[in-house]
């Protein structure tokens, strides 16, 4: 069973910085891995996402120049820098991983909540 920990969430003011971390129980050098959020009401949305090397990530225009994914294979885990926060950034942020030649994200996390004050 593939499990995938979330952790680093909590409470920031606005310009402030978070850093989410995702733990996996397995050896993630073969999946796409993405961190995504949701917020009541809305649909899941994918902040930012990282090849299995880690040398190509993409990230959404909102969070550009302010979240930076990165991840180190060795230690199964993948990394949200949350920068110049804003309290549009605040959601519940799940971490998700891809294995490759599979076309959606098929392991989850059970998500980390984020709030950003004013």
């Known amino acids: 069973q593939v499990q995938l920990v979330e952790s680093g969430g909590g409470l920031a003011q606005a310009g402030g910085s978070l850093t989410l971390s995702c733990r996996a129980s397995?050896?993630?050098?073969?999946?796409?891995m993405a961190w995504f959020r949701q917020t009541p009401g809305s649909e899941r949305e994918s902040v930012a996402t990282?090849?299995?090397?880690?040398?190509?990530?993409y990230s959404i225009d909102s969070v550009k120049g302010r979240f930076t994914i990165s991840r180190d294979n060795t230690k199964r885990t993948v990394y949200l820098q949350m920068n110049n926060l804003e309290p549009e950034d605040t959601a519940v942020y799940y971490c998700?991983?891809?294995?490759?030649?599979?076309?959606?994200?098929?392991?989850w996390g059970q998500g980390t909540p984020v709030t950003v004050s004013s």
């Open positions: 397995i050896r993630i050098g073969g999946y796409t």
């Open positions: 990282i090849n299995p090397s880690g040398g190509t990530s």
């Open positions: 998700a991983g891809q294995r490759l030649g599979v076309g959606l994200y098929g392991y």
